[in-house]
């Protein structure tokens, strides 16, 4: 963002005594460099040549190509981040700072583009966007007064990367792609501590630190904390329970690990966590569910619709029902047997419109979205 009309041209010709270069940008520009950065001025479609020359054993040899290049639109980006019911600083300086990244997403892939830090009133803005989609993420500042009372969240109210809400940027500058923090209810004190570090095991290149690792404690975060410089992480003054880890990076999968944090255990260390860029652990570890026979009904619907499917083991489900603009409307948290199930959900006080439902894993893994409309 910011960096309107910039291009990197790169010459991959392959052959022997390569030494002459030469770049028209098809703007009056030209370059004699192997690979170059150029800047067009104004947005355009143009053509660009590139052509490169040597002397071999016959004798000088040359070759050419064209290309079309044409400029992408930009867009302005902007939105307000919320701390519970109210964005940050509004109406009352509460003196917190939300740290906003913006990421671009193409398929299921994420790449931060951007970040700054915001604290006016709670709106954030990204100015001079390219065209695409993309998804927002807030977070407080360790320096906030309301530091780790909410969870870091992305556009839809959501804590996981895989269940964002996308911001479409390709016919308008948009400029209410609010990101809602939730309620973190503080834990108990005991005299609990987990310590772990994050283990990248696939051949890609994912950097560990400052990154964020939940806590859930009976199918919610309870509790969540950064890596520090080389991945590592602590949890410290945790009451005795059961517990659950798992790392939350834009675009990359996390395992999640179960943790017996009771009877006269008071100190897990030495844990690792694993993270990946492809969906790559093993199928005993895959949280996903097998669906079959699944349908919602009726649809449309007025006050009450049901949930029928058929799954392959006992799972525990979270489901959520999200209403065209990300807002969750139901959250519920439920255990099924194995083979048919029902579930019914009441969608009285829900204004008519189109909604998704979202069934998940307790770790938040999407497993099944059905659509249906309300009456």
Same mark, same amino acid.
């Given at each position: 963002?910011?960096?309107?009309?910039?291009?990197?041209?790169?010459?991959?010709?392959?052959?022997?005594?390569? @030494?002459?270069?030469?770049?028209?940008?098809? =703007?009056?520009?030209?370059?004699?460099?192997?690979?170059? *950065?150029?800047?067009?001025?104004?947005?355009?479609?143009?053509?660009?040549?590139?052509?490169?020359?040597?002397?071999?054993?016959?004798?000088?040899?040359?070759?050419?190509?064209?290309?079309?290049?044409?400029?992408?639109?930009?867009?302005? !980006?902007?939105?307000?981040?919320?701390?519970?019911?109210?964005?940050?600083?509004?109406? #009352? #300086?509460?003196?917190?700072?939300?740290?906003?990244?913006?990421?671009?997403?193409?398929?299921?892939?994420?790449?931060?583009?951007?970040?700054?830090?915001?604290?006016?009133?709670?709106?954030?803005?990204?100015?001079?966007? %390219?065209?695409?989609?993309?998804?927002?993420?807030?977070? !407080?500042?360790?320096?906030? @007064?309301?530091?780790?009372?909410?969870?870091?969240?992305?556009?839809?109210?959501?804590?996981?990367?895989?269940?964002?809400?996308?911001?479409?940027?390709?016919?308008?500058? $948009?400029?209410?792609?609010?990101? /809602? %923090?939730? =309620?973190?209810?503080?834990?108990?004190?005991?005299?609990?501590?987990?310590?772990?570090?994050?283990?990248?095991?696939?051949?890609?290149?994912? =950097? !560990?630190? #400052?990154?964020?690792?939940?806590?859930?404690?009976?199918?919610?975060?309870?509790?969540?904390?950064?890596?520090?410089?080389?991945?590592?992480?602590?949890?410290?003054?945790?009451?005795?329970?059961?517990?659950?880890? %798992?790392?939350?990076?834009?675009?990359?999968?996390?395992?999640?690990?179960?943790?017996?944090?009771?009877?006269?255990?008071?100190?897990?260390?030495? !844990?690792?966590?694993?993270?990946?860029?492809?969906?790559?652990?093993?199928?005993?570890?895959?949280?996903?569910?097998?669906?079959?026979?699944?349908?919602?009904?009726?649809?449309?619907?007025?006050? /009450? /619709?049901?949930?029928?499917?058929? $799954?392959?083991?006992? $799972?525990?489900?979270?489901?959520?029902?999200?209403?065209?603009?990300?807002?969750?409307?139901?959250?519920?948290?439920?255990?099924? =047997?194995?083979?048919?199930?029902?579930?019914?959900?009441?969608?009285?006080?829900? @204004?008519?419109?189109?909604?998704?439902?979202?069934?998940?894993?307790? *770790?938040?893994?999407?497993?099944?979205?059905?659509?249906?409309?309300?009456?």
């Amino acid at each position: 963002p910011g960096n309107i009309n910039h291009y990197w041209f790169n010459d991959t010709s392959t052959g022997n005594n390569i @030494s002459n270069w030469y770049w028209d940008f098809g =703007d009056g520009f030209i370059s004699y460099l192997p690979s170059v *950065e150029h800047t067009f001025s104004e947005g355009s479609t143009y053509t660009v040549c590139h052509a490169v020359g040597g002397n071999g054993p016959g004798g000088y040899c040359a070759d050419t190509m064209y290309s079309t290049i044409i400029t992408p639109t930009y867009y302005n !980006l902007g939105g307000q981040v919320f701390a519970g019911n109210f964005p940050i600083n509004n109406p #009352n #300086n509460t003196g917190d700072t939300a740290v906003v990244r913006l990421y671009r997403k193409t398929g299921i892939h994420f790449a931060e583009v951007a970040s700054g830090q915001y604290f006016e009133y709670g709106y954030y803005f990204f100015l001079d966007v %390219m065209e695409g989609n993309y998804v927002v993420h807030a977070e !407080l500042t360790p320096g906030s @007064s309301a530091y780790q009372d909410y969870l870091p969240g992305y556009t839809g109210e959501t804590r996981h990367w895989q269940q964002s809400q996308p911001v479409n940027l390709n016919t308008n500058d $948009v400029f209410d792609a609010n990101v /809602i %923090m939730p =309620d973190l209810t503080p834990l108990e004190t005991g005299p609990g501590t987990i310590e772990g570090s994050l283990l990248c095991i696939d051949n890609s290149y994912i =950097d !560990l630190r #400052n990154r964020i690792i939940f806590l859930s404690q009976g199918g919610g975060i309870a509790a969540y904390t950064h890596t520090n410089e080389i991945g590592e992480f602590v949890f410290t003054n945790l009451p005795h329970s059961n517990y659950t880890l %798992m790392a939350e990076i834009a675009g990359k999968y996390s395992r999640s690990l179960d943790i017996d944090l009771t009877g006269t255990i008071t100190i897990l260390s030495g !844990l690792q966590l694993e993270v990946s860029s492809s969906y790559v652990f093993s199928k005993e570890d895959n949280p996903y569910t097998s669906f079959s026979d699944t349908r919602l009904f009726p649809n449309p619907a007025t006050d /009450i /619709i049901m949930l029928e499917f058929t $799954v392959n083991e006992p $799972v525990n489900l979270i489901s959520e029902v999200y209403s065209s603009t990300g807002i969750t409307c139901i959250s519920n948290h439920n255990s099924f =047997d194995a083979g048919q199930n029902k579930a019914n959900f009441n969608i009285g006080s829900l @204004s008519p419109g189109i909604y998704l439902l979202a069934l998940k894993s307790k *770790e938040g893994q999407v497993l099944k979205t059905l659509k249906f409309a309300k009456r």
